[in-house]
């Protein structure tokens, strides 16, 4: 899993779990200590507004 710096909305916790219960055998994590610090700290989760609720209602 590569965990590039960027912005701090994209390193969330919620993130790196999902690569980590994906793996199935291996997980090589690549990235900076501070990087993957900051992810297991920031548990930050934000609404997703993505319109899925409207789209299924509306289905035909």
Do not use: E, F, H, W
């Amino acid at each position: 899993m590569v965990i590039p710096p960027s912005a701090p909305m994209l390193l969330t916790r919620n993130l790196l779990y999902t690569g980590l219960t994906r793996a199935k055998k291996l997980l090589i994590v690549i990235g900076q200590d501070k990087v993957l610090n900051y992810m297991i700290q920031n548990s930050d989760t934000k609404k997703r507004n993505t319109g899925l609720m409207y789209k299924l209602m509306n289905i035909q």
